[in-house]
């Protein structure tokens, strides 16, 4: 059983920076697809990036450039770090491990908020 525990949200002001992390227990981060999702108030949840065994990198269009990516094999866990934030940013973060991107077997974090605003 994989057990996920993210920390780092917020309040950041539009054009700020903030970094979440995601730490990892019950198996090594990069035997798994890590992944950042979010979730705001009425909308689906949406992939915000994966990192895949803690190699290649898939940034949503709308964040690239501004977020990234990676893991830490030493403290076992993923961040995302994000940059130059925006209003439309504000969400729910959660994070997700999952074998392959076929595995029924899917593990969530309860989430972090990261709220945008002046």
């Known amino acids: 059983q994989v057990h996920l525990v993210e920390s780092g949200g917020g309040l950041v002001q539009p054009g700020g920076s903030l970094r979440l992390s995601c730490a990892v227990s019950g198996s090594a981060v990069n035997d798994y697809i890590m992944a950042w999702y979010r979730q705001a108030p009425g909308k689906v949840r949406e992939l915000v990036a994966d990192?895949?065994?803690?190699?290649?990198?898939n940034i949503r269009d709308s964040v690239k450039g501004r977020f990234t990516i990676s893991t830490d094999s030493a403290t076992n866990t993923v961040s995302l770090h994000m940059d130059r934030l925006q209003p439309e940013d504000t969400a729910v973060y959660l994070c997700?491990?999952?074998?392959?991107?076929?595995?029924?077997?899917?593990?969530w974090g309860q989430g972090t908020q990261v709220t945008v605003s002046s």
């Open positions: 997700n491990a999952k074998k392959s991107y076929f595995s029924a077997n899917n593990y």
């Open positions: 990192i895949i065994n803690g190699g290649h990198s």
